[in-house]
């Protein structure tokens, strides 16, 4: 079948045709399982023009396998690689020119690229052996290669769509930081874990006391979501069994939170000076004329500005200087959209266009404040990770306005002082830190 690629003669001629870009999908081990815990049974590739793709295999029980440095080399030759998922593809292949066409559907379309590799055969297999992790490597490579030609029809317009401002923020930046803060996992005790949080199939992300995170970037406003394999690792349940469960694999979780984020996110935007105090109790003490702030009044006005940031200032309190001013730029940004059809994220550049639907000011307001969120800390994790690059201590959980570290002590209290000064950013953004032998802290 000349489809499958198995001698040196059909290698060459990938290797002449991969110099005029392609698009890739890899077939992992199982579907089913978190990328970090397969492996590549092949890879399929489809060239401009033509009008079938080719498929290598790699680790398949059919034919002859080809060495995944041989197939890695040829790749490194494209200029240019459509994959669906780009970050999936780097657990495979480091190849960072990629263009995600899931995350260029979404940043156009607002939408996610619904796409299905479902089929008689692989149901058949599935549905006997979902557990078995190298369920792929022996269901017809034939099968398999039908499974891909069909994805490839169904999103192949996408490739075509112009790429968006923004677009290599998220594709290059935000790509690699996620990927990267996925690869240490958090610790848990297994038994108390699945019992408590009862994932569909422990083992399809969890590995000796591990259990491996997802992050997923498709979303309208590139705020990633973080759920794998029934369990939302964004919003762990704050019970103390729940949360119990959780161990580090060094010494200490510690976990900096930013103070009042998205309120200092915007004073910046407005041009709102705010000091390194309490954001919330600042403007708390404008509302209420005292320094002294009951935690009644705080929630109060913690409250109210979680109401202003997304753009529903309260009548009684419009007049204050901070308000007129996010009224301003809620305006501003309103009248800009609507006169050209489009707003930008001032940070990662994303547009914000007339595709999104049933839009309103104080909705894109909120598109606007998640966006920025999002992108200012990919810069920030991207400078943490850089710092932690020759280190024990690992970072391994974002929750929006928190990130969490699993701390060893062999690094020394220097790179917790570290840690905090690359997430304060010359003190614009102030942290507070908690730590535990498990996540009650």
Same mark, same amino acid.
């Given at each position: 079948?000349?489809?499958?690629?198995?001698?040196?003669?059909?290698?060459?001629?990938?290797?002449?045709?991969?110099?005029?870009?392609?698009?890739?999908?890899?077939?992992?081990?199982?579907?089913?399982?978190?990328?970090?815990?397969?492996?590549?049974?092949?890879?399929?590739?489809?060239?401009?023009?033509?009008?079938?793709?080719?498929?290598?295999?790699?680790?398949?029980?059919?034919?002859?396998?080809?060495?995944?440095?041989?197939?890695?080399?040829?790749?490194?030759?494209?200029?240019?690689?459509?994959?669906?998922?780009?970050?999936?593809?780097?657990?495979?292949?480091?190849?960072?020119?990629?263009?995600?066409?899931?995350?260029?559907?979404?940043?156009?379309?607002?939408?996610?690229?619904?796409?299905?590799?479902?089929?008689?055969?692989?149901?058949?297999?599935?549905?006997?052996?979902? $557990? @078995?992790?190298?369920?792929?490597?022996?269901?017809?490579?034939? !099968?398999? %290669?039908?499974?891909? &030609?069909?994805?490839? *029809?169904?999103?192949?317009?996408?490739?075509?769509?112009?790429?968006?401002?923004?677009?290599?923020?998220?594709?290059?930046?935000?790509?690699?930081?996620?990927?990267?803060?996925?690869?240490?996992?958090?610790?848990?005790?297994?038994?108390?874990?699945?019992?408590?949080?009862?994932?569909?199939?422990?083992?399809?992300?969890?590995?000796?006391?591990?259990?491996?995170?997802?992050?997923?970037?498709?979303?309208?406003?590139?705020?990633?979501?973080?759920?794998?394999?029934?369990?939302?690792?964004?919003?762990?349940?704050?019970?103390?069994?729940?949360?119990?469960?959780?161990?580090?694999?060094?010494?200490?979780?510690?976990?900096?939170?930013?103070?009042?984020?998205?309120?200092?996110?915007?004073?910046?935007?407005?041009?709102? $000076? @705010?000091?390194?105090?309490?954001?919330?109790?600042?403007?708390? !003490?404008? %509302?209420?004329?005292? &320094?002294?702030?009951? *935690?009644?009044?705080?929630?109060?006005?913690?409250?109210?500005?979680?109401?202003?940031?997304?753009?529903?200032?309260?009548?009684?309190?419009?007049?204050?200087?901070?308000?007129?001013?996010?009224?301003?730029?809620?305006?501003?940004?309103?009248?800009?959209?609507?006169?050209?059809?489009?707003?930008?994220?001032?940070?990662?550049?994303?547009?914000?266009?007339?595709?999104?639907?049933?839009?309103?000011?104080?909705?894109?307001?909120?598109?606007?404040?998640?966006?920025?969120?999002?992108?200012?800390?990919?810069?920030?994790?991207?400078?943490?990770?850089?710092?932690?690059?020759?280190?024990?201590?690992?970072?391994?959980?974002?929750?929006?306005?928190?990130?969490?570290?699993?701390?060893?002590?062999?690094?020394?209290?220097?790179? @917790?002082?570290?840690?905090?000064?690359?997430?304060?950013?010359?003190?614009? %953004?102030?942290?507070?830190?908690?730590?535990?032998?498990?996540?009650?802290?």
């Amino acid at each position: 079948m000349f489809y499958i690629v198995e001698e040196d003669s059909k290698l060459q001629l990938i290797e002449n045709l991969v110099r005029q870009g392609c698009y890739i999908d890899v077939v992992s081990s199982n579907d089913n399982y978190h990328p970090k815990l397969t492996s590549t049974v092949a890879v399929y590739l489809r060239f401009p023009k033509s009008k079938s793709g080719f498929i290598i295999p790699i680790s398949h029980d059919e034919g002859v396998n080809v060495d995944k440095k041989r197939v890695y080399d040829i790749l490194l030759q494209a200029p240019t690689l459509y994959t669906l998922d780009k970050k999936k593809l780097l657990y495979h292949f480091n190849l960072p020119r990629a263009i995600d066409i899931s995350l260029l559907y979404s940043m156009v379309k607002y939408e996610r690229l619904e796409y299905s590799k479902e089929s008689n055969t692989l149901n058949y297999f599935y549905n006997k052996h979902k $557990k @078995l992790k190298g369920v792929n490597s022996f269901i017809p490579i034939s !099968k398999l %290669y039908e499974v891909c &030609e069909n994805v490839y *029809d169904k999103v192949a317009p996408v490739i075509l769509l112009e790429i968006p401002a923004g677009f290599d923020f998220y594709n290059n930046t935000a790509t690699s930081v996620f990927y990267l803060l996925e690869q240490e996992g958090l610790g848990v005790e297994y038994e108390e874990y699945v019992k408590l949080f009862t994932p569909r199939e422990p083992q399809f992300n969890t590995l000796s006391n591990t259990v491996y995170t997802y992050y997923n970037l498709y979303n309208s406003t590139s705020r990633p979501t973080n759920a794998f394999n029934s369990v939302n690792y964004a919003a762990i349940p704050k019970t103390e069994a729940h949360r119990a469960c959780f161990t580090p694999q060094n010494d200490f979780f510690v976990e900096f939170d930013f103070d009042g984020y998205h309120l200092r996110l915007l004073c910046e935007q407005i041009d709102y $000076k @705010l000091t390194p105090e309490s954001a919330h109790k600042q403007l708390a !003490k404008h %509302y209420f004329g005292t &320094e002294d702030i009951s *935690d009644e009044q705080y929630l109060e006005a913690k409250q109210i500005n979680f109401q202003a940031i997304y753009g529903k200032i309260p009548k009684e309190h419009r007049n204050l200087d901070i308000f007129v001013l996010i009224q301003e730029y809620i305006d501003n940004m309103w009248a800009m959209y609507e006169e050209n059809g489009v707003v930008y994220n001032p940070v990662s550049g994303k547009p914000f266009t007339k595709e999104l639907q049933g839009m309103h000011p104080a909705k894109l307001m909120n598109y606007m404040m998640q966006s920025l969120e999002t992108s200012r800390n990919i810069l920030i994790l991207k400078e943490v990770l850089k710092y932690l690059r020759d280190k024990k201590t690992t970072a391994v959980l974002f929750t929006y306005d928190a990130i969490l570290f699993d701390y060893s002590k062999e690094d020394g209290k220097e790179t @917790l002082l570290g840690i905090q000064k690359v997430l304060e950013q010359d003190g614009k %953004y102030p942290v507070k830190f908690k730590y535990s032998k498990d996540l009650v802290l």
